[in-house]
């Protein structure tokens, strides 16, 4: 063999996995439940008082109580039943199920949601098995059940544990649509995109992006007009999971709220004096708390203001206004804070000072730190990983760096917070691993090429049908556990 092609195992793209493979894939899993529990029994996080990770297990409450959605702190303080999208469905939701199923303390729906967590872990291994072959989907399985930055979302409490698994899981259906064009997985990918949706309403744009790119540049397959009626299946079921919640919104808020009123206290809190200047730049400011010293006039985000003349939604439309206004007046320094915001959210712009801030949304300074530092070897390694699958199969790379593209956008017309990359981590995971096989497999290529090389004692070459083809023995040789993908 040619030392200097890598012996890689094929892409799967049956939808079938060896026994042995998920087998294996299932002590990767075990082992992913048991680092998250260990975690959040022995690390404990504290998750604030004050902040969305409260205001997710309130609003849990009162929907397992029968309240519905409703503003949790308005409700705590005064009792008020003011109807409330601030914060995407799905999360609190389930939240809800435990709390109906007794789990009510913080640590019991932690670990619930490390179950979700560990899910996450198991589907970028199928991942990984796709785009490159089942030794890929273990290593990339086996990188993301000890990654920090996953398994800290799950002990925060936060909705980032459900953007990762559903980014995960749009990846793996567009990789499965594109080898085999059909109504189920489009309509896969339809149904995983809207639930994605109902966590973080960004995951929006991973549905253009992803069914565009199966309409525009898919070769060899089905015809244009099918493909377009494929791409119409999977809005059509993404719209589908999305539209009882926008409905939903309608009749409560009398306006179209397609997924929540967040935007309105984001686009408040993010552009601001102090969110384009000083310590916070790029960074989202709010004085909701009376004990915070930042911003006293109250020029960022200083809450909703709800009451019975003003729902949420009127609310979140005067806070969306007065941030856009604000971006009318200093539109020559957006370029600068958007750039500023994306380099927060990749770990690249005081990086201390952000993983400070980030510990106050209950993760541990510690950890979040250390989870930094992985990342930054991670990605190096995972811009490898992108070069070599883009060589291979540039058809498999797409999905997974649109997921990038998404978070990228997202951070750039929001603010920077490394929790926001959620949604691209598995692609970072699956890419890293993509490279340290091909790592390995050039090694291996060249001792192969060396022994073969090597003249035996009497001073002759090497024979045999081995050694005349270039090819290592079959003992050396990777197995690949299928059919190469349809390209």
């Keep these: 063999m040619n030392p200097g092609v890598e012996a890689v195992d094929a892409p799967d793209a049956t939808d079938h996995p060896s026994r042995r493979f998920l087998i294996l894939l299932g002590a990767v899993v075990a082992v992913a439940v048991a680092v998250r529990w260990a975690f959040i029994l022995l690390v404990d996080p504290v998750i604030p008082d004050l902040g969305d990770a409260s205001a997710y297990r309130m609003l849990a409450e009162g929907i397992a109580d029968g309240r519905g959605y409703v503003r949790p702190y308005d409700f705590a303080a005064t009792g008020a039943l003011f109807r409330t999208a601030e914060y995407p469905p799905l999360f609190p939701f389930l939240l809800s199920l435990a709390h109906r199923a007794g789990l009510d303390t913080i640590d019991q729906q932690r670990m619930f949601m490390a179950l979700f967590g560990s899910g996450t872990v198991a589907v970028i291994g199928l991942v990984g098995r796709r785009v490159g072959g089942a030794r890929v989907g273990l290593v990339a399985a086996g990188i993301a059940a000890v990654y920090p930055m996953l398994f800290q979302a799950d002990a925060a409490l936060m909705p980032e544990t459900l953007a990762a698994l559903g980014a995960a899981v749009v990846v793996l259906f567009a990789l499965r649509l594109w080898d085999h064009p059909g109504v189920g997985n489009a309509a896969g990918l339809g149904l ?15 549905l253009p992006l992803v069914v565009g790119a199966f309409v525009l540049l898919r070769r060899g397959g089905p015809a244009p007009s099918r493909r377009l009626v494929l791409a119409g299946v999977a809005v059509a079921c993404a719209v589908g999971v999305v539209a009882p919640w926008t409905i939903r919104n309608a009749l409560v808020f009398h306006e179209l709220v397609p997924v929540s009123n967040n935007l309105g206290s984001v686009t408040r809190g993010s552009n601001c004096d102090l969110a384009y200047q000083g310590d916070f730049r790029g960074m989202w400011v709010t004085s909701v708390d ?22 949420e939604a009127e609310s979140a439309a005067v806070l969306r206004r007065d941030g856009l206004d604000y971006i009318g007046d200093h539109r020559d320094e957006v370029p600068a804070i958007m750039a500023v915001r994306w380099a927060r959210t990749f770990g690249l712009y005081r990086p201390s000072q952000q993983t400070a801030f980030e510990s106050l949304e ?11 530092r992985v990342f930054y070897v991670l990605a190096l390694v995972a811009v490898a990983g992108a070069v070599v699958l883009g060589r291979r199969r540039p058809a498999h790379l797409w999905p997974l760096l649109a997921t990038v593209v998404a978070v990228s956008v997202t951070t750039m017309i929001t603010y920077g917070n490394q929790r926001f990359r959620a949604g691209a981590e598995p692609a970072f995971v699956v890419l890293a691993a993509v490279a340290v096989l091909a790592v390995v497999d050039r090694v291996r290529a060249r001792r192969t090429a060396d022994r073969q090389d090597e003249p035996v004692a009497d001073g002759t070459e090497p024979s045999g049908s081995d050694a005349d083809t270039g090819d290592p023995p079959e003992s050396d040789r990777v197995e690949s556990e299928s059919a190469t993908a349809v390209n």
């Design 192 to 206: 995983a995109t809207g639930l994605t949706i109902l966590t973080r309403a960004e995951a929006a744009l991973l």
């Design 362 to 372: 209950g993760r541990s300074i510690t950890w979040e730190r250390f989870g930094t």
């Design 290 to 311: 009376p004990k915070a010293s930042v911003d006293p006039e109250g020029r960022c985000f200083g809450g909703f203001v709800v009451d019975d003349r003003q729902n």
